[in-house]
């Protein structure tokens, strides 16, 4: 018996491990039957709260931040109506409850062609968010213990960076809104696909590429799915080239044209509405310039509230959640030692030339 539980443990540690760190963040939605979605904001957006409330009302007794309010103003209602009229074999074109109508498919956000929305169609609607926003870290974990893994890294490495990569704070912070996270998620399992085609040359590896970018486009989140996809197509590139002639890696190239095909059903009404749309060239750089992180801002890679944090209503930093970039203090040590050694490697000068790039981004 004593034998069997040591082989168990030895052979399926990893997904325990995964699986009681998952269990460690989430305890409260098992334990105390929260659910991952701000609806304290539902209250705090209206009058009196909103107001500041009245003489003697703590104000954050109603809610403590704004990080997630998409959420509730507009990625849940999205995402239910857009299930309810497919339920209902309504094609969901349009959404009639914004303004004297919005469109809801073109809605890139929307996410209703999202092929892990299955969730919705067999549970509540309650139930049905929070295996959504909890499967993100679950998934994510364990594609890139998958992807790194394929790179002959030994299982603890591969599990620890599993885990890093499942909470990092740049989805971290935006669980509750789903999109953010969900979009991520797939570059690791895209990358394994791609490795395991240049080391076995076999199609289908470079088929399970194609669809996990097309999910990651499909997830919602178009900023992040442009990162996915650059990222892969130059991964493609770096490392087919001394495995293929030059006119195999056009041909095989054929998987990003795939990909883009097969979100194509979500892309091209929602490019067609974004060139709709009402935000003009002044707006948008206005945006882009006031986004741009501050150089003070990079000391949050080592201290996630060297600023404060809006929750305790003590931040005083530029904008917490857009440009939060904790990863670990562990896992920053160890990235800086992988710098320090990236002239050795040329994986190694890849990442760290993605890493540079990610910086001036």
């Not at 460690?24 to 709260?49: E, I």
């Amino acid at each position: 018996m004593k034998r069997r539980l040591v082989r168990f443990l030895t052979r399926y540690y990893p997904a325990l491990t995964i699986g009681i760190f998952f269990l460690l963040v989430f305890r409260k939605v098992f334990l105390q039957a929260l659910l991952p979605f701000p609806g304290d904001l539902l209250v705090s957006f209206f009058f009196p709260y909103s107001s500041g409330g009245w003489e003697g009302f703590v104000q954050y007794v109603a809610h403590k931040e704004f990080i997630a309010s998409d959420v509730v103003r507009q990625i849940f209602p999205w995402r239910i109506l857009g299930m309810d009229l497919l339920k209902h074999n309504e094609l969901p074109l349009w959404n009639p409850y914004a303004f004297s109508g919005t469109p809801l498919l073109a809605n890139l956000q929307s996410a209703l062609f999202y092929p892990l929305n299955v969730v919705f169609f067999f549970l509540s609607d309650r139930v049905g968010w929070i295996v959504y926003v909890l499967l993100q870290p679950i998934l994510a974990g364990s594609f890139m213990f998958l992807f790194l893994r394929s790179l002959k890294l030994d299982r603890p490495a591969a599990l620890f960076s599993g885990i890093a990569y499942g909470y990092i704070s740049y989805t971290m912070i935006w669980f509750e809104l789903g999109v953010v996270g969900h979009t991520a998620l797939w570059l690791p399992l895209t990358l394994w696909g791609i490795t395991r085609f240049i080391e076995e040359k076999k199609l289908r590896f470079l088929l399970v590429s194609s669809i996990a970018l097309a999910c990651s486009i499909l997830a919602g989140h178009a900023q992040t799915a442009v990162y996915c996809f650059l990222i892969s197509a130059t991964y493609f590139g770096v490392f087919s080239y001394k495995h293929f002639p030059w006119f195999q890696i056009l041909r095989n190239s054929f998987i990003f044209v795939l990909a883009i095909g097969l979100a194509g059903i979500q892309l091209f009404p929602s490019l067609e509405l974004l060139s709709l749309s009402a935000r003009n060239a002044e707006t948008s750089a206005e945006v882009f310039y006031r986004m741009q992180l501050p150089f003070t801002h990079l000391l949050m890679l080592f201290a996630p509230d060297y600023f404060g944090n809006p929750a305790a209503n003590n931040f005083w930093g530029s904008d917490y959640n857009e440009f939060i970039s904790y990863i670990g203090i562990v896992a920053v040590i160890f990235s800086m030692i992988g710098l320090f050694h990236a002239w050795k490697h040329t994986r190694l000068r890849y990442y760290s030339g993605f890493v540079l790039i990610a910086l001036l981004f």
